[in-house]
């Protein structure tokens, strides 16, 4: 089962920032948070990662909470093309060592004009 | 650089039959994990892969599925006999290492089982 909980989904208006909220109360110490979106029928598109700071990088910025049990995805000015579903996810490490990426719903967000 | 590479993008079975999937992946990577999206639903670990060896097979279902990735050439996910529930998409991921690192993913292949 995912590690995450998300809002189904979400509005913004182009031009203004979309701030899509993750919970994950149950992360571990040494468990990163990832985040990619899928826009209609094509393969996911990493976004961002992180640890414990806050991550910026050219698409998003990262805000990731003291307690780390919840972070934000930040799109600082969305456009159209931003429509897309956010999925929020932890990485998942099991007794092998190995890590994989255990997803949820994730957020349906709608970009309007 | 070309990204991860999937084909074919849509292929069309019918019950019984055998599908094979292909992913090559990001020039580099020997890491390669494939995942299944069922609509309106998020994707579903099934494999990992490196090089010649699979670690993880825990998301593949026991029959009928398999996965491969050999010395030479791309990644191969083979479901035999196939039935109307395979129908789906999916995807592969390839990433340099296992740790702390994205993965990048292919454009999917979409099955429909008829």
């Known amino acids: 089962d995912a590690k995450t909980t998300q809002p189904p989904s979400m509005d913004c208006a182009e031009g203004r920032a979309a701030n899509l909220p993750c919970n994950h109360s149950?992360?571990?110490?040494?468990?990163?948070v990832y985040w990619y979106r899928q826009i209609h029928s094509q393969g996911p598109q990493y976004i961002i990662h992180?640890?414990?700071?806050?991550e910026t990088n050219e698409m998003a910025s990262l805000i990731i909470t003291e307690d780390r049990k919840s972070s934000t995805l930040i799109l600082p000015h969305a456009t159209l093309r931003d429509t897309a579903v956010y999925y929020c996810i932890v990485s998942y490490e099991n007794a092998g060592n190995n890590r994989k990426l255990i997803w949820g719903l994730g957020t349906s967000l709608a970009v309007n004009p | 650089n070309a990204g991860v590479m999937q084909n074919p993008r849509h292929l069309v079975r019918r019950r019984g039959q055998e599908a094979r999937l292909r992913c090559s992946p990001m020039k580099g990577h020997s890491h390669v994990y494939w995942y299944r999206q069922l609509p309106e639903e998020g994707l579903k670990f099934m494999v990992y892969?490196?090089?010649?060896?699979?670690?993880?097979e825990s998301g593949m279902p026991k029959e009928r599925f398999s996965a491969e990735f050999p010395k030479e050439g791309p990644s191969i996910l083979r479901i035999q006999q196939v039935v109307r529930g395979d129908s789906a998409a999916y995807f592969c991921a390839s990433s340099p290492t296992i740790m702390n690192t994205e993965a990048f993913f292919g454009q999917g292949t979409r099955l429909t089982v008829v």
């Open positions: 149950t992360i571990s110490g040494n468990e990163y």
């Open positions: 992180g640890l414990k700071n806050n």
């Open positions: 892969l490196q090089k010649e060896n699979i670690i993880d």
